[in-house]
């Protein structure tokens, strides 16, 4: 490889400089073919800047590619342009030196070059993976006055002789660095040029380089930074803020490809939404889930709405044909979901997408494949399960997949158990004392036999709460029919057991469920509510399954799993009998959750 770069050196600086130029505009391109590499810059472009749209972000990955070519082709011609970098800022500099920290913005090299014609500077380098190649770099480096250092150590001896010295911001960072926000992510950051800078008591610069056109570069320096009156963060910050404000401007100039945000300490989640509230708390409960993982999370949450039932299935049809190729496109879906749904994810980053339920599962592949995110379903999709990188599937959802996880019942995590139970006692004025709670669903297939029993069981619950002293807490659901929630206020609403009913098609509220589990010795679920005898076991409390009507399939299958962990109460609901038992549905569903989220971060 030296050889071959030497030789190429050699045509370049006999060649016209247009030809020097449309040569590396070609290599740029060339390495923009790299999927590897473009994905990469894609997804730094677009978490630096979430609100510029995919076609936009292409525009800046494309010229930022365009650029790394030039560069190379500029590095290798740099006697023939040095007069075309134009250095602003040196009068800031004393006759001390100083620390100068950089990023890969622009040409640095040029920048070195230009800096080392005018005073005596050194550069700290890291030694690239090729011998061959690092040999080339350093050998041009020192033909261009630069001094190259290895180390540390060997910066200070030229910092004590008076010279100027530079590191890079951007790379290098120790397995100790402290992250610093950049672009809103928490990255880890060298300290090394703050810590020299404040040990010999030196000024730090900040170095800016961009191209204009052509083999045109304005460099400059800005500085010096108080690096007595602020920490190591604020200093750090404020270099990272200086640099921010420079990319916004001028996106183009910086090197996405570079692995940077790698390490960043953050993970973006969008969570999409059907619009169900059990579809939702499912996926907020794998949101809990990751954030156990030690990382910040920032999530987003998109309500997804179609135009029409026909661009409902359309989109299944997109989802089967999304692939890695789709990076930064996603523009079927400007024809399957309205308008403001689009807008919303177009403007939107995310290192994982999450859904629940078939209904967004497509829209889930599309816009993870246009991000280059990783994409995760729970419950059964109508797409096939190996679309995602992982499924997290109830064992009633009879299905099979090698990057499927088997969890029982409905995923759920206790959030703010607390917090909730205080503020439903509050808001309702709940006393103290023993405590039962009924949470009623809707039929499923037989709406008489469902309101019938219904008339039985209240009854029953109303003997048993009259004989062991306890008060009645009790919910319906959206799904409750007129006629079951007639049957409750005939049957309980002037019983004296009854401290609290709550109609959720008259009166919601958020805590209701937690706040009256929280405060109740046992709960008593209809069967067909597999969220909410789900969220109990979750919430370690006995579960009491009260079936009102006959299940078949899933609801059949769901039963049958959870027969060690609850009891079931039929036709005629004799309660003495009841014997309440505890559950470790959420340690088993958490170790299999975590297990899995591990081989995806």
Known sequence: ????????????????????????????????????????????????????????????????????????????????????????????????????????????????????QKIPYAILVKKQKNEKLD????????????????????????????????????????????????????????????????????????????RTKFFNHVSELKGPLDVTNKNDNELLREINKMYEDHLTQYPANYLWQHKRFKYKNDRDILILSDGKLGHLKQSQALLSFLKEEGLAMRSKIIEVKYKNKLTRNLCEICALLSSRGCLGCGRCL??????????????????????????????????ASSLGAK??????????????????IPEHDRTWSDNEVKVRGALSYPANFSEKILECKKQFNIADGKKISLFLGGPRSDRKEFVDNLGIFLG?????????????????????PEAAEAIINKELAASGVVEK????????????????????????????????????????????????????DKHKVFLQSIEKDVDFLYHPYSIRGIKLKTSTIFEDNREAVKAAIKKIL
């Open 1 to 116: 490889m030296y050889t071959f770069i030497k030789l190429a050196q050699k045509i370049l600086l006999k060649m016209p400089l247009w030809f020097s130029f449309l040569f590396g505009k070609t290599i740029g391109l060339a390495i923009y073919a790299n999927p590897r590499k473009r994905t990469i810059a894609f997804r730094n472009i677009k978490s630096s800047f979430p609100d510029k749209t995919n076609k936009e972000i292409k525009r800046i990955a494309r010229k930022s590619f365009s650029n790394l070519g030039l560069i190379i082709v500029e590095n290798l011609i740099a006697p023939k342009l040095l007069k075309y970098t134009h250095l602003q800022g040196l009068d800031k500099l004393g006759k001390e030196g100083g620390v100068i920290v950089g990023i890969h913005t622009g040409n640095w090299e040029f920048f070195n070059f230009a800096l080392a």
């Open 501 to 552: 009913i709550v109609y959720a098609n008259r009166e919601n509220y958020d805590f209701v469920f937690e706040g009256f589990v929280g405060m109740s010795d046992a709960v008593f679920v209809t069967s067909e509510s597999i969220s909410m005898i789900s969220e109990t076991l979750s919430l370690k409390k006995p579960c009491v399954c009260v079936l009102l009507e006959k299940h078949v």
């Open 460 to 480: 029953q619950l109303k003997k048993f709460a009259e004989l062991n002293n306890y008060k009645i807490l009790a919910s319906t659901s959206r799904r409750t």
């Open 334 to 367: 400007k024809y399957l979901l309205t308008q403001n749904t689009f807008e919303q994810l177009e403007r939107t980053y995310a290192d994982v997408v999450i859904s629940t339920g078939s209904f967004v599962s497509p829209v889930n592949r599309i816009i």
């Open 135 to 210: 040999k080339f770099l350093n050998e041009l480096r020192q033909q261009n006055k630069l001094q190259v250092c290895f180390s540390l150590k060997d910066i200070i001896k030229f910092l004590h002789q008076g010279w100027l010295v530079g590191l890079m911001a951007d790379h290098g960072a120790e397995d100790n660095a402290p992250p610093v926000d950049f672009f809103g992510h928490s990255v880890p950051m060298p300290t090394g040029a703050i810590h020299i800078a404040r040990k010999f008591n030196k000024n730090i610069f900040v170095g800016f380089t961009r």
């Open 375 to 392: 994409a995760i379903t729970i419950l059964r999709s109508n797409i096939p399960l190996r679309r995602f990188d992982l499924c997290l």
